[in-house]
């Protein structure tokens, strides 16, 4: 097995555990897979990911993470093509790690798109920061030097400082983001939206599958690349729900995404351009992310469906201990025996990353996640419009304000 992945150096800087994966340990392992050189730098030392409640550890100090780079820089082994940054969990070691990402980026200023920063801002979701709220400024001072960014809604909404209610106010966000920061590639990695209205749908899912997705929502991904007057061409990629939360499909996205966009970027032939920006006149759904996406989403739906399989078959037997263990209990003993139970469930929800690695290197059922253009213009309007409001244009070419369009693609 094989992809068409080009060689590819990343220094990719955040989280460790020691069981599980998510952070380094899913991001590592996946783009290893892909064939791509990965030099890692750890924001924490965890013993397993936070969804269980409870972790030993610590945190990666902020001058250790900037002595493991100095440590690669004395020895000249900083020639990387892509920087990919994840979680980062203090104000201080979020300032490090700008100072490397710009340090590279100018270190390739002669050298137009030999080096791409993948920035995955890690702050919070489900409306609430998860990181002390000093961070978001930081995040802010670096998103003019990154050039793909991977928020999720909250994320989204709060560094653009829009409100996402709807497909209307994501296009504006991700404008916003586009013109403000001048950063030209951005997908948001899941946006739960009603099949009817659209609008979005606020909360996340717990492990134990309570509060599960209802009939009429589904979950999507929508990104752009910028042209080169700021303005988003937009695509979508509507996805399965499970019914659980999985820890590490961030992680497990961008990680693919870092990879799979490169092979796209030169199979576009674009790998020499600035920030793999293509030319005005290539449509959303030709775009080297759009691509990089479909593939990436086909990858990851095979492997997230094999582990919520799994994860069905030992709910039974997790449920059956819960059971022989429920009568005559008093409170503090019922109180454990749930502990356990949400343990025995976080653990089988575990990503089977590993067990699903020829899907990483070949995608399956590609063609059941092409994407779609989300078809907007930014225009002055004679009416209530000012210059530089969104207005979106239906398919008949008139103005349809609230609401956005979009295209079933073709192929």
Known sequence: MSSGVPETK???????VVYGYVG?????????????????????????????????????PAEEIQQLYEGLQQSL??????????????AEAVEEVGKIGRELKYNSAMKPGSFFWVLDPVMGDAGHLYVSEDVVPVYKSLLRHADLILPNQFEAETLSDVKITDLSTLATAIQTLHHSYQVPHIIITSIRLS????????????????????????????????????SPRLWRIDIPIYPVFFSGTGDMFAALTVARLREAVF?????????????????????PLAKAAEKVLASMQAVLQDTYEFYKNAIPAIEAIDERTGEAMEEKAIKKRDKLAYLRKTKAAEVRVVRNVASLINPPDVGNYRAV?????FTKDEGDSQPGELTVVNSGGGADHGAVHTENDSR
């Open 24 to 60: 380094n340990t899913m991001a590592t392992f996946v783009m290893q897979s892909l064939g791509c050189e990965v030099s890692a730098i750890n924001t924490v030392h965890f013993s397993n990911h936070t969804g269980y409640k409870q972790v030993k550890g610590r945190k990666t």
């Open 373 to 377: 253009a989300v078809d907007v213009e």
């Open 10 to 16: 990343v220094l990719a800087i955040a989280s460790h």
């Open 77 to 90: 082994l900083n020639d990387f093509d892509v920087l990919l940054s994840g979680y980062i969990p203090s």
């Open 195 to 230: 099949k009817h209205s659209e609008k979005t749908i606020p909360g996340s899912y717990s492990t134990s599958a309570e509060g599960g997705p209802g009939e009429d929502e589904i979950m999507s991904v929508i990104g752009s690349t910028a042209r080169s007057d700021h």
């Open 267 to 287: 199979e576009a032939g674009i790998q020499n351009t600035a920030r793999w920006q293509s030319p005005d006149d290539v449509e959303p759904t030709d775009l």
